[in-house]
C-alpha cells in the first residue's frame, strides 16, 4: 500500500507545491496526478499520471492523441478522470494554437509552419488545408478542404482548383499533417502534388509551396527543391 498524496510532505504535495512554486515547477506526472485527483490502494494520483505518461512514450504529444479508451487501460483511470485529461490536453491545444501569429503575408516556409503546425500538428487524424495568397503572398484566405483518417486523406485536385478561383488566388500553399509523426513525403504525398502543381499550371495559378507537419517538425517542398515554378520536380 503507498502513501496517499495527503500524507507527504506538504511542499511535495502537487497542488501545494503549485500554489508555492509555480506549475513550471511540477513535472508532467504531477501535473497529470493533479487532473487524476485521487490515487488508488497501491498507486498515487502522480504514480497513476506517471504510469499514463509511460504508455505514450513520455510524450505529451503521443498522450494528446490518446482516447478515452485508450487512458482506461490505466487501471484506475475511469471515463471521469480520463475525459478531465483529455479536456485539459484539448485547451493547451487551443491555447498554442490561439497563440500562432496572425500572419497577413507568407515570407516563407516558417510562416506557413506557425499557422498550421498549431492547428494540425497533434490531430490524430489527416486534414489537408489550402492557403490563398495574392499576387504579394497577401492572405487571402484558408480552407480544410478534407478529413480523413490515421492512415491518409482523399485530395480532390478539383476542389482544390474550384477554392483557388473562388478566392481570386494568384497563388496558393497546400498543407497537411502526418499522426505518424513521420514528416517525410510518401509516394501518394509527391503524386497529388504533381497533379496540383499541374492543374495550377492551366489556370495560370501558383503553387507556391506543399507542407506537411507534425507536431515537431515539418517538411517543405520548395525548400527541398521539390517545387520549382509550381511544378514538381524530379524526386530524389
Known amino acids: 500500500m503507498c502513501l496517499k498524496i495527503t500524507e ?43 504510469e499514463l505518461l509511460g504508455s505514450a512514450g513520455n510524450s505529451l504529444n503521443a498522450l494528446g492523441r490518446m482516447s478515452v479508451s485508450d487512458i482506461k487501460k490505466i487501471r484506475g483511470i475511469g ?10 490536453l484539448e485547451l493547451g491545444r ?18 506557413v509552419a506557425a499557422i498550421f503546425q498549431p492547428m494540425l500538428g497533434d490531430l490524430w487524424h489527416e486534414e489537408f488545408w489550402i492557403l490563398f495568397l495574392n499576387r504579394s503572398n497577401g492572405i487571402t484566405g484558408r480552407a480544410r478542404l478534407s478529413q480523413g483518417g490515421v492512415s491518409g486523406t482523399v485530395t480532390d485536385v478539383r476542389l482544390i482548383m474550384k477554392r483557388a478561383i473562388e478566392h481570386l488566388a494568384s497563388a496558393i500553399v497546400v498543407c497537411h499533417n502526418h499522426p505518424s509523426g513521420n514528416v517525410g513525403p510518401s509516394e501518394q504525398d509527391i503524386r497529388i502534388t504533381r497533379k496540383i502543381g499541374e492543374a495550377c499550371k492551366l489556370m495560370d495559378i501558383l503553387l507556391a509551396d506543399h507542407l506537411i507537419v507534425t507536431g515537431k517538425d515539418y517538411y517543405s517542398f520548395a525548400d527541398n527543391g521539390m517545387i520549382r515554378a509550381g511544378l514538381l520536380v524530379a524526386y530524389k
Not at 504535495?13 to 504531477?30: I, M, Q, T
Not at 471515463?79 to 485529461?85: D, E, F, G
Not at 497563440?99 to 516558417?110: E, H, M, T, W, Y
Open 79 to 88: 471515463t471521469a478522470r480520463a475525459v478531465t485529461v483529455i479536456a485539459a
Open 8 to 50: 507527504w510532505a506538504a511542499e511535495d504535495r502537487p497542488r501545494e507545491k503549485l500554489v508555492l512554486k509555480g506549475a513550471e515547477s511540477l513535472s508532467d506526472a504531477e501535473l497529470l496526478g493533479i487532473l487524476i485527483s485521487s490515487g488508488t490502494k497501491e498507486m498515487s494520483a502522480v504514480d497513476l499520471g506517471r
Open 94 to 111: 487551443r491555447r498554442k494554437q490561439a497563440g500562432a501569429p496572425d500572419l497577413q503575408k507568407i515570407n516563407g516556409s516558417k510562416d
